[in-house]
């Protein structure tokens, strides 16, 4: 069973642009979070999408988004980047029908703004 | 609002030795706590997850614990292996609709030295 899939894995922007990262859950997942990792901030929490719908938003501003696709595939969106937005950005999913809750998490998508 | 401590940052212990990661929470209204590793530029991977109602969990050669009353989780690793050099993440899900919106600590670095 494949496992949570995100593109692209490294990337280089300058500031002011903006950059769509994919994830791919599960198979048969339908949550999938995304989460943003820095040294300095650790991991924090982005958003979540359930069934095509945000059923969760961490304190980020307005520029970063995303959305859900009817197979579940997700996307999110960062618009004017700033270059404190360099970071890891780790997608996972779960299984809501899954009593545990678990939580599996991609590769990460590594973004570096100049 | 929920904070999440590991203690210590980082630990280098030699191959072989038992050893003991502590997780700090400070709401004890949680559903489950989980446990991660994460190696240098990569994703999550999970190791063991403990619903609220459980006190520990085993996997090989770790085994969580959970005391809910008390705020903390530790993780005990045994006889530890170079290839267990890692940085491990303890997690936390609150109750309520909260979907995946974890909170996480900063991480205990381990280096294992053969």
């Known amino acids: 069973k494949a496992g949570v899939t995100q593109t692209p894995r490294y990337l280089i922007k300058t500031r002011g642009q903006q950059v769509t990262l994919s994830c791919s859950p599960i198979?048969?997942?339908?949550?999938v979070s995304w989460y943003q990792q820095t040294p300095g901030q650790g991991l924090q929490f982005l958003f979540e999408?359930?069934?095509?719908?945000?059923?969760n938003k961490g304190n980020f501003p307005g520029r970063f988004s995303g959305r859900q696709f009817s197979n579940s595939r997700s996307e999110m969106n960062v618009s004017t980047l700033e270059l404190g937005d360099s970071a890891l950005y780790l997608c996972?999913?779960?299984?809501?029908?899954?009593?545990?809750?678990?939580?599996?998490f991609g590769e990460g998508s590594r973004l570096t703004v100049l | 609002k929920q904070e999440v401590t590991q203690i210590p940052a980082a630990l280098s212990v030699p191959e072989g030795e038992n050893l003991v990661l502590n997780c700090s929470f400070t709401d004890s209204a949680i559903y489950n706590l989980q446990w991660f590793r994460q190696d240098p530029g990569k994703g999550l991977t999970s190791l063991l997850l403990?619903?609220?109602?459980?006190r520990e969990q085993t996997s090989g050669r770790l085994n969580a614990s959970l005391d809910k009353s008390s705020g903390r989780s530790t993780l005990y690793i045994a006889a530890s292996q170079p290839g267990d050099s890692a940085t491990y993440l303890c997690?936390?899900?609150?109750?309520?609709?909260?979907?995946?919106?974890?909170?996480f600590g900063g991480g205990t670095r381990l280096m294992v030295k053969p």
């Open positions: 996972a999913s779960s299984s809501d029908r899954a009593v545990t809750g678990e939580l599996f």
């Open positions: 999408y359930f069934s095509e719908t945000q059923r």
């Open positions: 198979s048969g997942h339908r949550s």
């Open positions: 403990i619903q609220s109602s459980q």
């Open positions: 997690a936390v899900r609150p109750y309520g609709n909260a979907g995946n919106m974890l909170t």
